[in-house]
């Protein structure tokens, strides 16, 4: 469905089946031989939601070979399982070396935005001592944390949920949650970016500035298309190739386009060094290569920003 300003979802509708779809990818991608990541909770999570789509793609029933798919109607092969599987996992791994690398460097203080089926706090392997803040929908949050509670899951990390909408005083919130804005934080902004309006993006790099203690760092990502065509055509593919299995919902009516600042380039007007990496590059570094007849245009479109506050 198309997005209304003050929209809501759970795991299995609008923006939270995508995020439902990420970590279907990180279960598959965890299961791999000589896997980049491990993530045990993806799938038991992926289970809960309970859509039979996301069960048929992790018990093999629907995979890149299910029903007759002609090339001519499926143009943008970056949307076969085998690529997405492969890019939840070189992107997973690059938001988990970015919080083990801020906690080595002396950081205890983590917020996951846009939070969705992550795990990390559960999962990395936190120092003592480090709080980490998930923050999302009200529904999306209620229920990971009885999931994981039924699993009989404990937190690695000290764990505080809060339950906001980013479009809404997510800032006080998480102060109310004991947010020390005296302390440098390790945020992350993943795959999210394409899911706010470009002043609403603006406003959350802003927001996250003026939040922020010297030595804090950012991880994010944005497409260098910077949404216009391109990122439409590859919404619309990603629909088309899994709606036909049972996927029912459009991405292309989630996703804002329009002119945006590139996130390296607005963050560093901000006081942030950043670091860019392109999506090809960290495919290259995981000896991951491309099928035949597969695009590498998304991949170099595709970039990972790290930013450290000055």
């Known amino acids: 469905m198309t997005r209304t300003e003050q929209d809501t979802w759970d795991l299995a509708s609008s923006v939270g089946a995508t995020a439902t779809w990420v970590a279907a990818a990180r279960a598959l991608a965890s299961k791999q031989t000589d896997a980049l990541i491990d993530d045990p909770f993806a799938d038991p999570l992926v289970r809960a939601v309970g859509k039979d789509f996301f069960i048929g793609v992790l018990d093999g029933e629907i995979t890149d070979d299910s029903g007759d798919i002609d090339p001519e109607d499926d143009p943008e092969a970056e949307y076969n399982l085998r690529r997405m599987i492969n890019m939840m996992a070189v992107r997973t791994r690059y938001f988990d070396d970015f919080f083990l690398d801020a906690a080595a460097a002396g950081v205890r203080q983590a917020v996951i935005l846009a939070a969705g089926l992550d795990s990390r706090a559960y999962r990395l392997t936190w120092p003592a001592g480090t709080v980490v803040y998930e923050v999302d929908q009200p529904a999306v949050i209620e229920f990971k944390t009885m999931t994981l509670a039924d699993l009989g899951a404990e937190p690695i990390a000290q764990r505080r949920t809060v339950a906001v909408d980013l479009r809404d005083d997510w800032v006080n919130a998480l102060h109310r949650n004991g947010f020390d804005a005296n302390q440098p934080t390790a945020w992350s902004a993943e795959g999210l970016l394409m899911y706010l309006p470009p002043d609403a993006q603006d406003r959350l790099f802003d927001a996250i500035t003026a939040t922020s ?11 260098r298309d910077g949404g216009m065509p391109l990122l ?3 919404a619309k593919a990603m629909t088309n ?12 009516t989630l996703v804002y386009y329009g002119e945006r600042t590139p996130a390296a380039d607005y963050l560093s007007a901000r006081g942030w060094a950043t670091s860019t990496r392109t999506r090809a590059d960290m495919f290259a570094a995981a000896g991951l290569s491309l099928s035949p007849g597969e695009s590498i245009e998304a991949l170099q479109n595709s970039i990972a920003v790290t930013a450290v506050l000055q």
Not at 213 to 223: I, K, N, V
Not at 241 to 252: E, H, I, L, Q, T
């Open 213 to 223: 203690a010297p030595g804090s760092r950012l991880a994010t990502e944005y497409h």
């Open 241 to 252: 190739r899994w709606g036909r299995f049972g996927f029912d919902v459009d991405v292309s």
């Open 232 to 234: 439409e055509r590859r």
